[in-house]
């Protein structure tokens, strides 16, 4: 999953404390029971989900774009989505 500014800049080149705007496998996020990851977004980490955490600047805009690489048949079929952008509190 990739985090980037809204002018198209990615935000590698911003002051977020974080030296690449992406998680992947290699990454090693922590994955939930049934092999989900899920993705954390915020200009802090949540305890316990620092693997987890994309840093966003407050005050900068952002999208998010999902890459797969080598997708399975469901997400070439569209079977699969990938699920919405949730609030969390």
Known sequence: MTRSHLAGMPLAGLANGQPFPSKGSRDKPA???DGSTDIYLGPRARQGREANWL????????FVVLR??????????????????????
């Open 31 to 33: 994955q939930n029971s």
């Open 55 to 62: 840093a966003t600047v407050p005050g900068k805009g952002y």
């Open 68 to 89: 797969l690489y080598g997708p399975t048949e469901a997400a070439i079929n569209k079977s699969w989505k990938p699920g919405d952008i949730e609030t969390v509190k």
